[in-house]
């Protein structure tokens, strides 16, 4: 059935054991559970769940309105469903470095593998548009220290997120990587890079895990997972893919039902009936329900 038949701190092992094996993770993001379901059967390495989905999903933008507690209750919903590691956009803490601490506590009771904190200011907005502001680096490394003392299970993976390279430039954000490392952050994820060079500059300067994001209509170049292992990279998230996919679908297809007045001409673009319930293990739920309820009357 449609829960996860590992224990968190399994995942978290996993998680760890995968980044130190040198080659590139895989990790695209789910919108939901069903696409978490989705996600592990086709044979990728993790789950990403992004706080852009989870905001656009309330239909809210990408600035901070969320709260952990809807972006813990969406992460722990996902990797309920997923025996694979489960990563977590988890924005700027959610506040104070005291914020930042409790939150790692609530994403570790929600059954995550790992979550990325961020050095923008609060309300912080999305990495790949311009106008962000940074904190200055004491302020994340406070935030960073926070979460490591924090956290109750050494697995749990706190990777630290820099958006300064679109602010101050490559070289202070790597120097602000650093000083993150310094602080405890596991893996350093740079934001908004522009391409091979600047991942290059990333891996020549900072010894933990380093992590690429790969989101569509952003600055950054949409590089190949050969050319990004090949630069080094330990993992690549795809945060909005899925999201983006599922929307364009369906608002083609609302267009198509208003236009003609009926679905009929779009069947064949759909999910099936057969497909979903495989996908939800319908069939282990009806013999687990007629195992218990083995009577009729």
Do not use: W
Not at 14 to 22: G, I, T, V
Not at 48 to 62: I, M, N, Q
Not at 216 to 230: A, H, I, R, V, Y
Not at 264 to 290: H, K, P, W
């Amino acid at each position: 059935m449609t829960h996860s038949t590992v224990s968190p701190h399994a995942k978290r092992r996993r998680l760890r054991e995968d980044l130190a094996s040198n080659r590139l993770l895989r990790v695209p993001g789910a919108m939901n559970p069903l696409t978490a379901v989705l996600v592990q059967e086709l044979g990728f390495d993790g789950v990403y769940v992004s706080g852009a989905v989870v905001a656009a999903d309330l239909a809210l933008p990408d600035i901070g309105l969320t709260t952990l507690t809807e972006v813990a209750g969406r992460g722990g919903q996902i990797a309920r469903v997923s025996d694979l590691p489960t990563i977590i956009d988890a924005d700027t803490g959610f506040g104070e470095p005291m914020n930042a601490a409790r939150t790692v506590r609530a994403l570790e009771e929600a059954g995550l593998a790992g979550c990325h904190l961020e050095d923008q200011v609060n309300p912080k907005r999305c990495g790949h548009l311009d106008g962000k502001s940074v904190t200055d680096t004491a302020t994340m490394v406070r935030r960073i220290r926070a979460a490591v003392g924090a956290r109750r299970d050494d697995g749990f993976v706190i990777c630290a997120r820099t958006d300064a390279a679109a602010v101050e430039g490559l070289g202070a954000a790597i120097e602000r990587a650093r000083a993150y490392v310094d602080a405890g952050a596991d893996m350093v994820f740079p934001e908004a890079m522009r391409g091979p060079a600047d991942f290059e500059a990333f891996r020549e300067a900072v010894d933990v895990p380093l992590l690429a994001n790969m989101t569509e209509f952003g600055k950054s170049e949409l590089l190949t997972t050969e050319q990004l292992e090949s630069l080094g990279m330990n993992m690549v998230i795809y945060p909005v893919t899925s999201l983006r996919l599922a929307m364009g679908a369906v608002e083609d297809g609302l267009r198509t039902l208003r236009d003609e007045g009926t679905q009929a001409g779009i069947v064949d673009r759909m999910q099936t009936r057969g497909r979903l319930y495989e996908l939800v293990d319908y069939a282990s739920y009806n013999a687990f329900d007629s195992d218990v309820y083995n009577f009729t009357i």
